[in-house]
Every structure is written in C-alpha cells, then in structure tokens.
C-alpha cells in the first residue's frame, strides 16, 4: 500500500474565526477535502499536523505515543507567546498536561466523584438551582434579558462552587479570571489573571487542609493524608482545572444550546414534545458546536503513521475537534442540527484518556437547564437576530457574549 503525503497549506493561520455563528470556518472543509491530515503553520511560528478527520483524531488520542504534556520542546501551543509558555513550564502540571501513569495516578482518585451514580445524587439540588434562577429571570422588571448573566452563567457556577467547597461569594472573581486566561488578548492580562486565579486557590486549599468540610476538595486532602501522600501544589492544580474547566464550558453550551434550539424550532418542537429525547439533542448540539476546538494538541514521542501519514518523533498535532465533528464521513449531513441523530460518538469532551471527567455532569447540568426552561418558559424567543449577536471570536471557547431573550 502507498504511503499517503499530507498536503501542506501554507496560508492557513491559526486560530480561524468562523465564518457564520454555527458553521466551522470554511477552511475546515477544504482541509478535510484534500486530506484530513495537513501540516500547516502556527501563527505563532513552525508548523504542526493538523487532523481533521474524525477516524484520524479519535486514533491521535488513542495513541499513547502522543504526549500531553506541554513542557516538553515543540509542543504545539500556538494561542500562548514565550512569557505565558514560560510561566506554564514553572508550575507544576496540571492532569491534562500529564502522560501514562502520572495521569492515570491523578484521575484515578478523582474520577469516583464524576460517575454516574454519585452524580444522580446531585440532580435534585441542581433542578433547585436552576429554578431559582429560572424565577428571578421571570420576575425580572425589564425584558428583554441576558439569559448568559440570568442563567447560563450562574448555574454551572454555583453547581461547580457547591461541588468543590468553594464560596459563591466569590463568582465574579473566577469568573472574570477565567474569561482573562481564555480571551486572545494580551499576554500581561493573561499572566495577570492566572496568577490572581492561582493564588486564590491556593489560599482557599490552604483553608481546607485545616479545615475541611464536606466537598470534593476536602475529600481528597483527607484521602491524601490517610495515605501519608498530601500534594499541597497538585491539589491546587486539581481544583485550579476543576473550577475553570467546570462552569466556563458548560456555561457557554447552555447559551449556544438554547440559541441553537431557538434558531431551529423544528427541532426545539422535537424535544417539547417528548424531554425523554433531551439527551440525544444534548450530544447533537455538543456535537454540532465543539466549543472547545483547537485545543487538543499532542506531540508525537515516537515515529507514529495515523491515516497512512508519517509523523515524526518531536512533531506537533493538533486535533480540530470541530472539523472532525463535522466529519461526513462520521456524520451524514453535518451541518444540519438533528437532535435525534444519535451523535455520541462526536468528541466534543475530547476522546481516549484525557476525555473530560466532568462530561457527565455537564451532560445533566445541560439536559435539566433545557427540559425546565422550555417547560417552564414555552414561549422564549430571541430578542435579537442570532447574526446579530456578540460571538466570543476572541476566545479560546466559543460562545457568546450576551443572548437577549424573551417571552
């Protein structure tokens, strides 16, 4: 069999708006096209592979000859300049930055507060956080209203603050931190951002090692001690990861889910006629706008040959988790929205051992917001034509700024 050869594109740049709200930018395509493995250039200097195939990417983090961690040289960070590079080698790495059995060690203990089961327990508590908020934004004097400030925003962060012990009072200030350290802005903001985020977690695992209570943090800090292995500077890494991985995300799919269900009210029918379909419209829309994509990076160890394509040991890759999403050859018709499609097998949360561990209770958080606002508001609507609205263009996750609704 011939081996195949990667087309290389030199006058693509990341990162690569998009060209409307909802499609992956056009270039996506045309790469996908010619081969779904390119060598392309960084915008910040060299080149990596970039895998847009849906077989090809779920293979690349498969493979544990692909490294994740980002101290090594060559690491294809193309969103960060030297400074913030150098201030990420300096700390210690997080879970998603860690390798074989350094990462296995580190989400092993963690993994039992994200299962199903011990997630079921916390439905009730969440279906009350997201009626709390569902009445003030119905008693709110003015419409129309922000839904992102009203809801999407305030329930993964409470849920989130809830589940690791961390005060609510608190919100606006990781919330803003956390939106610093995701916006393509400055490298001085970032830093900035990321060095107040830090120090606030390390001050609130300081407080917990002396006085624990009853969250994932505590539990942990206790597990550690019993075991004579207490990692003061990998504790607040973990809950460093879990805070602004675990309401940013989520908060940005509630905004582009209900804006995607409104703007395609065939399928919004779909689900107000039977909720028992919510999940498999959650996965369509997880699919269908891969929030997080261009972030899933590796470098190859090893020589490595994915699709018929060599790559070489010391060379970066890049997975396009919304190009392989949107992958044809995965899913039929992928720029339609079909909440009945089936689209568990898309990799939105990522794929392999570094899968998000908060999938499960996104998945809740996104199908509860959903079910009870549709039910208890049935005549939402835009109060804005989507074209109209501000994307996060400046973000490494998408989403948007403000979504005015009304009723």
Known sequence: MTESVALELTGLKLPVERGCPFAPPSAYERLRE??????????????????????????????????????????????????????????????????????????????????????????????????????DMLAADRRPVDLVQALSLPVPSLVICELLGVPYTDHDFFQSRSTMMLRRTSSEDRLRAFAELRAYIDDLVTRKESDPGDDLLSRQIARQRRQGTLDHAGMVGLAFLLLTAGHETTANMISLGVLGLLSHPEQLAVVKADPGRTPMAVEELLRYFTIADGVTTRLATEDVKIGGVSIKAGEGVIVSTLSANWDPAAFKDPAELDVERGARHHIAFGFGPHQCLGQNLARM??????????????TLRLAAPAGDLPFKTDSVVYGVHELPVTW
């Open 34 to 135: 010619q081969a779904p493995i390119n060598k392309i250039h960084l915008t910040s200097g060299g080149e990596a592979w970039w895998v847009s195939g849906h077989e090809e990417g779920r293979a690349v983090l498969v493979d544990p000859r692909f490294s994740s961690d980002k101290r090594k040289d060559g690491f294809p960070l193309f969103m960060l300049d030297a400074a913030t590079l150098r201030q990420i080698r300096s700390q210690p790495p997080l879970m998603l930055g860690m390798d074989g059995a350094e990462h296995s060690a580190a989400r092993r203990p963690v993994i039992g507060e994200f299962t199903v089961k011990r997630l079921a327990a916390l439905r009730p508590r969440i279906q009350d956080i997201v009626d709390h908020f569902i009445d």
């Open 365 to 378: 958080e996104l199908q509860i917001v959903f079910d009870t606002l549709f039910r208890r508001v049935p």
